[in-house]
């Protein structure tokens, strides 16, 4: 019994000299002597350090490092990071380096997508009435944006960009970002963008039509990030773009009617809160990312005779999930749901598989190449019609690296009536 109590004793007092690691139920911690961070250019370095919410001196764990990875990980000139513990000046203390690969300065973001729909066609029949049919119809869209991405000052980033997506016009953007607002994480853009042709319309001879003036073609927009926790911020924006009004004005004379054709500002104001715990934001394997906010829309109208505005009003809110399923596999599950000023009711939900084809290991010296295959199906009401549901399955390879993004994808839609 003396025996059996000497050896409880001893193993008591054997585990409560054990090194942490080798206690279950205790989390290593790191007393964090530096921050270095590779990778990064001269202007890029503040920002990572700022997102990371790590500062010298406080002692943090694994799970709290991997959480400053994935902030980092979100930001919009990262492709990938990573971190490792190097030893400090005294026993207990390290030295944190963050490694990240940045984007290029000049980057290139592609996409091709071929979608078969289902879509529903009225042919009149010989005795009259009319038959609906169902066909099958194949279309193409094709994207591509070429940008460039500077760092100036203190924290600033500035970004130009020109995009064309087939059959639309192409839209050229400068945008100025401020980050590590007041010593957080908050962050501030400015957005300028041209549309080229927004309202251009034909006389009915080939290549002439007309437009309204060139400053009539510009939107602007200020955008407001502002931190409320971790991973938890507001997000608040302005847009001013201008709309083509088409309407019909009387001759005070004649009587006769003039077609006139003038642009009127549209205003748009958001405001959202996002919660984002996501590692990665275009090839996510774990975290949660939701949204909730409204929008408010004044845009301009027109009838046969004359001009207005209106105000709408939209709620939309989203949840998705991302789960490792493998070192390699990832399923995602989400969904959406929106409310425009109580005419039109949009609800979701949609689940998409990955594989990354190469393995995450090599990320930082050849890129990502991943396989998504998923569905989605969307539900519509307007006011108290039956809701029309389009159901989709979706297929894309997409590869990133340094130097931008190229997705090529393929769609099945199908839409019937609840």
């Known amino acids: 019994m003396r025996k059996a109590a000497l050896v409880s004793v001893l193993f008591l007092r054997a585990l409560l000299l054990a090194p942490p690691a080798l206690r279950a139920e205790e989390v290593p911690r790191f007393l964090i002597e530096s921050i270095a961070v590779e990778g990064a250019s001269a202007g890029a370095q503040r920002i990572v350090v700022a997102e990371s919410l790590l500062r010298p001196g406080n002692i943090y764990d694994e799970t709290e490092l991997r959480d400053a990875t994935a902030r980092i990980q979100r930001l919009p000139f990262v492709v990938s990071t990573d971190f490792r513990l190097a030893r400090g000046s005294s026993f207990g203390k ?48 094709g994207r591509l944006v070429l940008g460039s991405r500077a760092f100036l000052g203190s924290a600033g980033v500035l970004n130009l960009a020109a995009e064309r997506v087939e059959h639309r016009n192409d839209r050229y953007t400068a945008s100025y970002s401020q980050y590590d607002l007041f010593g957080t994480r908050a962050s501030f853009t400015v957005l300028a963008s041209y549309l ?88 996510p394997t774990s975290g949660t990312r939701m949204t909730a906010g409204a929008v408010r829309s004044n845009t301009p109208t027109s009838s046969f005779l004359a001009t207005g505005r209106r105000k709408l009003d939209e709620l939309r809110a989203s ?70 549901a389009r159901s989709t399955v979706h297929g894309s390879v997409v590869f990133r690296n340094a130097w931008g993004v190229l997705r090529l994808s393929a769609d099945y839609q199908g839409w019937r009536n609840d």
């Open 319 to 388: 949840a998705e999930r991302s789960w490792s399923i493998t070192p390699a596999q990832a399923l995602t599950l989400g969904g959406i749901g929106s409310d425009n000023d109580q005419l039109i009711r949009t609800y979701g939900a949609y689940a998409t598989w990955g594989l990354d084809l190469w393995g995450r290991e090599r990320t930082l010296r050849y890129g990502d190449l991943r396989l998504e295959l998923g569905a989605d199906r969307v539900w519509t009401r307007i006011r108290s019609d039956p809701f029309q």
């Open 94 to 141: 390290y030295a944190l380096i963050i490694r990240i690969q940045q984007i290029k300065p000049l980057f290139l973001d592609a996409e091709s997508t071929t979608t078969w729909s289902v879509d529903q066609r009225f042919f009149p029949q010989p005795g009259g009435g009319l038959e609906i049919r169902d066909e099958l119809n194949q279309s193409r869209t």
């Open 196 to 283: 080229e042709s927004p309202g251009a319309r034909g006389r009915g001879a080939p290549g002439d039509r007309f437009d309204w003036h060139l400053r009539d073609n510009i939107t602007y927009e200020a955008i407001a990030v502002l931190p409320l926790g971790a991973n938890d911020s507001l997000r608040a924006s302005w847009q001013r773009e201008q709309r083509p009004i088409s309407y019909f004005v009387a001759d005070p004379q004649t009587q006769q009617l003039q077609h006139n054709l003038r642009s009127l500002p549209e205003i748009r104001t958001e405001v959202f809160w996002i919660h984002d715990t996501t590692n990665d934001p275009l090839f």
